[in-house]
């Protein structure tokens, strides 16, 4: 639930305690919770809070190499490298595949 609303709605501050509660939790997954901060810090991205991701990445003793991903995935997938519409309007992609 909380990977498609981060993907399809515009509601930050909701998103961003779901996430916490999810890196805070020992019944979540490492990979789980890897894929919702990736998806987080990739829509996000302008945010200061992608430090404070990563943060609770390494509180949750998420490895090292797996917290870079998110700078990678910011590097190769973020606003700068992909084209307009995946995020942020009820016109994105993430919007229409959403309500079809």
């Known amino acids: 639930q909380l990977e498609q609303d981060i993907a399809c709605n515009e509601d930050r501050s909701a998103q961003w305690r779901a996430l916490m509660e999810k890196l805070e939790s020992r019944a979540i997954k ?9 998806l987080y810090c990739l829509r996000y991205e ?9 943060s609770a990445l ?7 190499e797996k917290i870079a991903l998110l700078d ?3 590097r190769y997938g973020g606003r700068s490298s992909r084209g307009p519409g995946l995020f ?6 993430m919007a229409k595949m959403s309500h079809t």
């Open 58 to 64: 390494e509180d949750a003793r998420v490895a090292p």
């Open 72 to 74: 990678y995935i910011i």
């Open 46 to 54: 302008g945010s200061a809070n992608v430090d404070r991701v990563k």
């Open 30 to 38: 490492v990979p789980d919770k890897l894929r919702l901060a990736l």
């Open 88 to 93: 942020g309007s009820e016109r994105s992609l």
